[in-house]
């Protein structure tokens, strides 16, 4: 292979909830919740990427918020294209979307979400057919074979939807394929490696409490959590409310109103409209609760680091996130995150899951109590801690490993 820097085409997707017109339900629901960490992690590690050794290309499915410093900082100097291989303006980047365009986009998100739902017990016919027909299949194709990229990275496993038909065409075209993903037992990254085997390599993200190597077998490497330097600390706060996706911020601040007398909570939110803001603080009336909008990312760990409990939801990269600086964790269970089963067990007595049930309430506000006096001691902290910048050490690992994975599979096809 030649020395010109590997051209890598990564794919992710976001679910942003809107939160202008959100007004807080009467009971507690579990509806579809917004979901960003596939983006946040492909931005954490193409921001620190070194750009003569990699050319990154760039597809991205659903929203963005253009309040976010990190977007807003990373997207505009990235070469991005729609799912149909367009290259998308600068000047695009940060509109509004149009009333017509929002409807066809949530349009979309009900059918992909209704086709996850009924996967497995469609015949496997019926269910190739609604892929393409949900995820525009045809023009990925053009695409891919008109970029030819020496690698396709998909930032999550690709198990159903957009990630499912890219890598399914990547791997018809004979393109070579990386993927991103959480770090869960060993058990689950066994069937990872069995179950997929069109997939080259793996970039595992997640906490190391075992000690295990920075590789599991010939294809897998592991990352640690990609949190920027340690910021300054910000005003203190005993409870913070990663309130991302708008139900879930609403789960937090009952949460916060069952607190102890004098617990001052922090309720971080993407820009709220005025409607917005008036209902969250009826919600939160009797409490002790800031606002703050999206932080930078020296902001948002010193916000973990310096909260005694971060209220979230159950996304496996928000709570390996917070663990990671020595913060326990409230977790608020939605469709598509991380199940108790799923993280390590070394991790389990420092997160506490919730649901709607009373008895998850129970124990979850009996560990909050504790962790508010005492906060727990976590083996993984002063690792952990040595990394002056973990998302720059987690973009170097992927950037050597990617090279790694490219010129085996260039050196087995030369053979």
């Known amino acids: 292979m030649s020395e010109r820097p590997i051209r890598a085409l990564f794919v992710t997707y976001a679910f942003v909830k809107q939160t202008e017109d959100f007004v807080p339900a009467p009971s507690p629901a579990r509806p579809w919740p917004a979901r960003i960490g596939v983006l946040k992690r492909f931005l954490r590690l ?15 499915y659903g929203g963005l918020d253009p309040s976010d410093p990190l977007i807003r900082r990373v997207v505009p100097g990235l070469r991005r294209y729609d799912g149909d291989g ?38 496997a016919t019926v269910d190739a057919i609604v892929d393409e027909i949900v995820d525009e299949a045809p023009g ?52 990872l490696l069995r179950d997929e085997p069109q997939v080259a390599g793996w970039f595992l993200l997640g906490l190391r409490p075992s000690g295990e190597p920075d590789r599991f077998g010939s294809r897998m490497v592991i990352g640690p959590p ?14 913070t409310i990663l309130g991302y996706d708008p139900l879930v911020a609403v789960q937090g ?37 800031r606002f703050t909008p999206l932080p930078d990312e020296c902001q948002y760990r010193a ?3 310096g909260s005694r409990v971060v209220f979230g939801k159950n996304g496996f990269q928000q709570i390996a996130e917070t663990l990671a600086v020595g913060t326990p964790m409230i977790a608020w269970e939605v469709d598509g995150g991380v199940p108790d089963f799923g993280i390590d067990a070394a991790l389990r007595p420092f997160v506490s899951f919730l649901t709607p049930a009373p008895e998850t309430w129970d124990t979850a506000l009996s560990a909050t109590r504790q962790w508010l006096d ?18 720059r050490h987690g973009a170097e690992l992927f950037a050597a490993f990617l090279r790694d994975v490219v010129a085996a599979h260039h050196g087995a096809a030369a053979r």
Request: with cysteine.
């Open 303 to 305: 916000m973990l680091a």
């Open 374 to 391: 005492v906060r727990p001691a976590m083996p993984w902290v002063e690792e952990f801690g040595t990394l002056p910048c973990p998302a």
């Open 46 to 60: 193409v921001e620190h990427l070194p750009a003569d050794a990699i050319e990154v290309h760039w597809v991205h």
């Open 86 to 123: 367009a290259r998308y303006e600068l000047a695009r980047f940060g509109r509004r979307p149009t009333p017509l365009s929002e409807r066809i986009r949530r349009i979309r998100y009900m059918l992909n979400h209704l086709v996850t739902r009924l996967r497995g017990r469609l015949p």
């Open 226 to 239: 990609l949190l920027a330097q340690a910021g300054r600390p910000r005003d203190g706060a005993d409870v």
């Open 253 to 289: 601040i009952r949460f916060l109103r069952r607190c102890p007398p004098g617990t001052v909570g922090r309720l971080v939110v993407p820009a709220l409209g005025r409607r917005q803001r008036r209902a969250w603080a009826r919600e939160a009336a009797g409490t002790d609760l």
């Open 140 to 191: 990925v194709e053009a695409f891919l074979e008109r970029l030819q990229p020496d690698v396709v990275v998909l930032a999550e496993q690709p198990i159903s939807g957009r990630m499912r038909v890219v890598s399914r065409i990547a791997h018809r075209l004979g393109l070579l394929q990386v993927v991103i993903n959480d770090m869960y037992p060993d058990e689950v990254k066994e069937r």
